[in-house]
């Protein structure tokens, strides 16, 4: 069966430390919102270390990599934990990725029903065995070109490759001593929103753990403003420019799964509702 309608708001699991893991409720429809141009002042090695990660930016074509993804519920006390694989591939009209979870804890019970998060460059896609549903957001028009995973500019801002200008026009940054319990070999950095923009009103901080070798992340965490919840999205074995086939960016063939999706509105008037 399958629904055509215009959801009030998608049920959005991902992204979150402004890069990952909770997309912005409502993301179809929202403008892009306007930010200060303030260039914050760097020290010299943390400016290196931008530096370098935009630089290792513009190198990506293709990423493979585990995705460990954690949520923590001061309120309710609770712990979920995600884990699985995240695949991300430059394309035209726009790029792609597809995220899918193998298994999941959540109130301490072991779940091993498969969910997957796919950007097609056109719908974003959520489908969940557990329900055996799929929901399409469409987030582009056919044809609609879009730096999607641009940090202020997109509804998917991503953890590589993103500009250094773009992380200072929404966050102060610093460079933390290391911890013992910080991934071997990593540079932490301590983002904190600027006043007034759309990532002050959600985030407490972000922090990235930058591995040095490779000059990509490989751990990125934050605090929500809101409630408190905090935000782990944990990388490794990352593979870089393999060549990765469009193929394996797909959602597979699912047969019995209800299907949803949420259009945008029609320019000239709403869209109808069909069920078939």
Known sequence: MTHVSRLAKPSLLIASAAFLLTFPAGLAAQPTAAVPAVRAKL??????????????????????????????????ESTERFEGVLLFKEDQPNPRFLIRFDRSTQGGRAIDKKEWHVFDG??????????????KHEVLRPGEKREVFRLGQG?????????????????????????????????????????????????EKVHFYID????????????????????????????LNTGLPGSRLVLP????????????????????????
């Open 122 to 135: 056109r719908f974003y896609i959520e489908a969940r065995e557990r329900t055996r549903t799929i929901v």
């Open 155 to 203: 509804p998917f801002p991503l953890p590589f490759g993103q500009k250094k200008e773009d992380i200072l026009r929404h966050f102060s940054v610093k460079l933390v001593p290391p911890a013992p319990k910080d991934p071997p070999e990593t540079d932490h950095l301590e983002l904190t929103p600027l006043p007034d923009t759309e990532m002050d009103k959600k985030y």
């Open 212 to 239: 040095r070798r490779q000059a990509l992340p490989v751990r990125v965490q934050t605090v929500e403003k809101e409630d408190g919840k905090e935000i782990i999205a944990a990388f490794s074995n990352l593979k």
């Open 43 to 76: 020290d010299p090695a943390t400016e290196k270390i931008l530096d370098r990660l935009e630089a290792r930016g513009r190198e990506i074509k293709d990423i493979e990599t585990n995705l460990v993804f954690i949520k923590r519920d001061p309120i309710f």
């Open 253 to 276: 063939t699912l047969p019995d799964y209800s299907i949803t999706e949420d259009l945008l509105p029609s320019e000239e008037k709403a869209p109808a509702k069909r069920s078939e």
